[in-house]
């Protein structure tokens, strides 16, 4: 059997006292060194690298065929959540897809405009941001949501890419697929925004009342302050997503399925663009916002849709 060596000799040669003080001290500061890379690395993971480069003008296109957002859609969800005295309450959530876009950190995105209702309630209006890289990834660059008690005004934990230390996040991979490690879906530390989403199952069947799908994923959703606590949402490939539950304690037990998709036009699609406009409108005057949203520009009317031919206005109409 073989004798092992020191790592410090050689069969020619050993190291006088001197240079094996000085190889150990070299040896320490390497491994402090990694270690220092490791811990800077499990930092930097908390947050995604995002590059605005990696963005062109067809960010606000969002083909991603797991999450497609084409302009002028509205998701329509129904379900049951829990009350803050854990009474079960009908929940309806509204997701409507603007033809707003809006520049955050250098990059144009797509405003999504989202009404939250609890036991026939508005409890939260929100204005949502979004943009596609150029490999496909969508990511969610901001998100202004305004919270209601009672029908009055109570909060809005408002974070936007490049302001107060906020960091865009990743809100659907242009490839996902299960085992893949989780991923920053936003990071906004002034309003302890840490959602983190990872692909849990591919593959999946369901049924909703908007109908059956065969090729559904789910993904789920938690955060640093609710460790064990998942949000589950399942997305139906070239439909987006279509139901929503949880796993763990969650005190809000949300259940949600979609129970109509509709692509607005004419007045419809004009209403639309002015109740998110409205909100954006309370946003800029809210006093509490001057140091988030009052420094993002405004949205304007997506540059496609202002020059679209007559033609074609006419024969979305009559579609």
Same mark, same amino acid.
């Given at each position: 059997?073989?004798?092992?060596?020191?790592?410090?000799?050689?069969?020619?040669?050993?190291?006088?006292?001197?240079?094996?003080?000085?190889?150990?001290?070299?040896?320490?500061?390497?491994?402090?060194?990694?270690?220092?890379?490791?811990?800077?690395?499990?930092?930097?993971?908390?947050?995604?690298?995002?590059?605005?480069?990696?963005?062109?003008?067809?960010?606000?296109?969002?083909?991603?065929?797991?999450?497609?957002?084409?302009?002028?859609?509205?998701?329509?969800?129904?379900?049951?959540?829990?009350?803050?005295?854990?009474?079960?309450?009908?929940?309806?959530?509204?997701?409507?897809?603007?033809?707003?876009?809006?520049?955050?950190?250098?990059?144009?995105?797509?405003v999504s405009w989202d009404l939250d209702y609890s036991g026939g309630e508005l409890v939260e209006a929100e204005l949502a941001f979004f943009a596609q890289d150029k490999a496909g990834n969508v990511w969610r660059m !901001? @998100?202004?949501?305004? &919270?209601?008690?009672? $029908?009055?005004? +109570?909060?809005?934990? *408002?974070?936007?890419?490049?302001?107060?230390?906020?960091?865009?996040?990743?809100?659907?991979?242009?490839?996902?697929?299960?085992?893949?490690?989780?991923?920053?879906?936003?990071?906004?530390?002034?309003?302890?925004f840490t959602d983190r989403g990872q692909i849990d199952e591919m593959g999946l069947a369901t049924c909703v009342p908007m109908g059956c799908y065969d090729n559904v994923m789910a993904i789920k959703e938690t955060s640093?302050?609710?460790?064990?606590?998942?949000?589950?949402?399942?997305?139906?490939?070239?439909?987006?997503?279509?139901?929503?539950?949880?796993?763990?304690?969650?005190?809000?037990?949300?259940?949600?399925?979609?129970?109509?998709?509709?692509?607005?036009? !004419? @007045?419809?699609?004009? &209403?639309?663009?002015? $109740?998110?406009? +409205?909100?954006?409108? *309370?946003?800029?005057?809210?006093?509490?916002?001057?140091?988030?949203?009052?420094?993002?520009?405004?949205?304007?009317?997506?540059?496609?849709?202002?020059?679209?031919?007559?033609?074609?206005?006419?024969?979305?109409?009559?579609?």
């Amino acid at each position: 059997m073989k004798t092992k060596r020191n790592i410090f000799q050689s069969e020619n040669w050993a190291l006088s006292p001197a240079a094996w003080i000085m190889s150990v001290l070299a040896a320490c500061l390497l491994f402090s060194s990694t270690a220092v890379a490791q811990d800077n690395k499990e930092a930097a993971q908390k947050w995604e690298n995002f590059d605005p480069k990696n963005f062109d003008e067809k960010s606000i296109n969002i083909t991603n065929e797991w999450m497609p957002f084409t302009p002028g859609t509205r998701f329509v969800y129904a379900g049951t959540t829990l009350s803050d005295e854990d009474e079960p309450l009908v929940h309806r959530v509204i997701i409507n897809v603007t033809d707003l876009t809006k520049v955050i950190a250098g990059v144009n995105c797509v405003v999504s405009w989202d009404l939250d209702y609890s036991g026939g309630e508005l409890v939260e209006a929100e204005l949502a941001f979004f943009a596609q890289d150029k490999a496909g990834n969508v990511w969610r660059m !901001g @998100e202004y949501p305004e &919270e209601y008690e009672d $029908g009055e005004f +109570a909060d809005a934990p *408002a974070w936007f890419g490049g302001i107060q230390d906020a960091i865009p996040g990743i809100t659907m991979l242009a490839n996902p697929w299960a085992g893949t490690p989780s991923y920053s879906q936003g990071w906004g530390p002034k309003v302890d925004f840490t959602d983190r989403g990872q692909i849990d199952e591919m593959g999946l069947a369901t049924c909703v009342p908007m109908g059956c799908y065969d090729n559904v994923m789910a993904i789920k959703e938690t955060s640093e302050d609710e460790p064990g606590i998942f949000q589950i949402k399942y997305f139906a490939f070239g439909v987006g997503e279509v139901q929503v539950g949880f796993k763990g304690d969650d005190p809000s037990a949300e259940l949600l399925e979609l129970v109509d998709v509709m692509q607005l036009k !004419g @007045e419809n699609l004009l &209403e639309m663009r002015e $109740g998110a406009l +409205a909100l954006e409108k *309370a946003a800029y005057e809210r006093k509490v916002n001057k140091k988030v949203y009052g420094q993002t520009p405004p949205c304007v009317v997506r540059s496609d849709a202002k020059t679209m031919g007559k033609a074609k206005m006419e024969k979305m109409n009559e579609d």
